[in-house]
């Protein structure tokens, strides 16, 4: 299974999202930006390159962003799910809306995470702008827009190397500590591996 997360804006939470998912899912890591990512120093399952046979036998996530050439676009075609991390504001769209239409041509398997939702009116409103915009103008399915709070534990994984699920469920405080973030993300992976 094949597992993009993918967007050409940077800072939108791409990286944090697929180290949790690849730990999680206990998968291999791949993605186009060789030379920036935290994921390669920190996790040992890193592939270099996809062939069918790895992909066919195994979960692999992909964090691809930057680019939107005919390699990203094979990857994305051939992908099961797409996640687009977004943040919870309109101008987080403004590179993005440019290629929506043709990705969903390419593959419409894409589920939307707003993510780095700060607890107050301002981000819960800005949150429920983006999510009627992509329902409003590109018909994207309610089910397939994802809210992630803005949260500790993002760094946390990293420092412990240990994806959301498996960091949550390491300790009593860290379920009680993490119980808001986790419900959120849990609703993501369950939406990934069905």
């Not at 935290?38 to 399952?45: A, D, G, L, P, Q």
């Amino acid at each position: 299974m094949l597992i993009s997360v993918w967007n050409l804006k940077g800072g939108t939470g791409k990286t944090s999202l697929t180290y949790s998912l690849v730990n999680d899912l206990d998968g291999y890591y791949i993605t186009n930006d060789t030379y920036n990512s935290v994921v390669s120093n920190v996790y040992n399952k890193v592939i270099k390159e996809l062939n069918e046979e790895i992909i066919n036998s195994n979960t692999v996530v992909f964090d691809g962003g930057g680019f939107f050439d005919d390699t990203i676009k094979q990857v994305l075609q051939h992908s099961q799910k797409i996640i687009i991390p977004l943040e919870p504001d309109l101008n987080s769209l403004n590179s993005l809306t440019n290629f929506l239409e043709e990705l969903q041509k390419i593959n419409n398997n894409i589920i939307f995470v707003i993510n780095k939702v700060e607890n107050n009116k301002t981000s819960i409103k800005d949150f429920e702008t983006t999510k009627n915009f992509l329902i409003e103008e590109y018909k994207i399915n309610e089910k397939n827009i994802f809210k992630l709070s803005n949260s500790r534990i993002f760094k946390n994984i990293f420092e412990e190397e240990k994806g959301i699920k498996e960091l949550v469920n390491s300790s009593k405080i860290n379920k009680y500590r993490y119980k808001k973030i986790y419900e959120e993300y849990k609703k993501i992976l369950e939406n990934v591996i069905n």
